[in-house]
């Protein structure tokens, strides 16, 4: 169901009352409506929102909104959802009018689950505080989900807590890897790839185009498809964060998995590539240039193996061998001169 202000807020106030309610967590519900990429932008940014509303549940509702850090107008489009999103809806316009750096920056280089103040040691700056008592949010400050993607374009999905609101470590890890996955679906939208292979819910590889055709591509395709299909089970409310950890953003750094019906109604799972986009840098393979895009912003190696459906320590031999391609002593020395070579 998705709904908005203006159209229909006694519904909207029934959707958000019902959290209080027998409603359970269920965050494999939000991948599931991250995963529907068929759907107009606006149609799939509500979706991702009603099912993010465990999370996102400020009283004046939440947002969710697609951005382009190198488009003057940073939002690109915005849904809301909640009695009164209009005053989170107020405080985002003053916070990204004129697209100012420190707002850039945090799209890419911020933390990808969490509550703004984190991103500035503890404690909002001034002018934050400013846009947001202007908005009629004075003492609240954004949380926000941000999605991690090096070009600079995706989504962000916000609401508000008070001021020095704490989250729990498990929440954090676990809404941190389904912006991961939103992240994933954003760049199925815009790519808009075929399938190179076809699976049952099974795992069992019913077609495969020549890149999905050798045994490790339908191993690792196999695999993942079991792993959703578990946490899609009893483990989505058995132990939801599990689940989210079952399932991977992408397969062997290639494929996302997606359903996909026949004319009969049966269920398939189709794989379409959907590695990151990254720049040419050195001569990095592509595997090395994406895992050290995912360095740059900050990301742990076991995030970025979650992100690339690698090993950690795939993720470590990737980091090592792009050092010595660039002449970089240090994991650091490696990320200032991409962050350097990026302009940023």
């Known amino acids: 169901m998705a709904v908005e202000m203006g159209r229909n807020p006694g519904a909207l106030i029934r959707v958000y009352a019902r959290r209080r309610g027998a409603m359970g967590e269920d965050l494999v519900s939000v991948l599931e409506a991250a995963y529907r990429v068929d759907a107009d932008e606006r149609a799939w940014l509500e979706g991702v929102l009603v099912a993010a509303r465990q999370r996102f549940n400020h009283p004046w509702g939440a947002l969710a909104f697609t951005y382009d850090i190198s488009k003057s107008a940073l939002v690109q489009?915005?849904?809301?959802?909640?009695?009164?999103?209009?005053?989170?809806?107020?405080?985002?316009?003053?916070?990204?009018?004129?697209?100012?750096?420190?707002?850039?920056?945090?799209?890419?280089?911020g933390t990808t689950f969490g509550a703004a103040s984190g991103n500035f040691g503890g404690e909002l700056p001034a002018p934050l505080s400013k846009h947001l008592a202007e908005a009629g949010l004075a003492g609240f400050e954004p949380l926000?989900?941000?999605?991690?993607?090096?070009?600079?374009?995706?989504?962000?999905?916000?609401?508000?807590?008070?001021?020095?609101?704490?989250?729990?470590?498990?929440?954090?890890?676990?809404?941190?890897?389904?912006?991961?996955?939103?992240?994933?679906?954003f760049r199925l939208r815009e790519r808009k790839t075929g399938p190179e292979a076809i699976l049952s819910p099974t795992g069992k590889v019913e077609h495969a185009e020549e890149n999905a055709k050798s045994k490790d591509a339908r191993d690792a395709l196999r695999t993942m498809a079991r792993a959703i299909e578990r946490a899609r089970g009893k483990l989505r409310r058995n132990d939801p964060h599990e689940a989210v950890e079952l399932w991977r953003a992408?397969?062997?750094?290639?494929?996302?998995?997606?359903?996909?019906?026949?004319?009969?109604?049966?269920?398939?799972l189709i794989a379409r590539r959907n590695e990151p986009e990254t720049r040419p840098w050195h001569k990095l393979t592509e595997r090395e240039r994406a895992v050290v895009a995912f360095a740059a912003m900050g990301h742990a190696n076991k995030l970025i193996g979650y992100e690339l459906g690698m090993g950690t320590s795939a993720v470590s031999a990737a980091l090592t061998s792009a050092s010595r391609k660039v002449g970089a002593s240090?994991?650091?020395?490696?990320?200032?001169?991409?962050?350097?070579?990026?302009?940023?």
């Open 330 to 344: 240090s994991r650091m020395a490696l990320i200032t001169a991409y962050r350097q070579d990026d302009g940023s």
């Open 77 to 109: 489009t915005s849904v809301g959802v909640g009695p009164n999103h209009a005053a989170l809806s107020a405080a985002n316009d003053l916070m990204t009018r004129g697209a100012p750096d420190e707002v850039r920056r945090g799209l890419i280089y």
């Open 144 to 185: 926000g989900l941000v999605t991690p993607n090096p070009t600079g374009r995706g989504v962000c999905v916000t609401s508000a807590v008070p001021v020095g609101t704490k989250i729990r470590q498990a929440d954090r890890a676990a809404w941190t890897r389904i912006a991961v996955h939103l992240s994933a679906a």
């Open 250 to 268: 992408l397969a062997a750094g290639r494929w996302s998995l997606l359903d996909h019906f026949d004319h009969d109604g049966r269920r398939y």
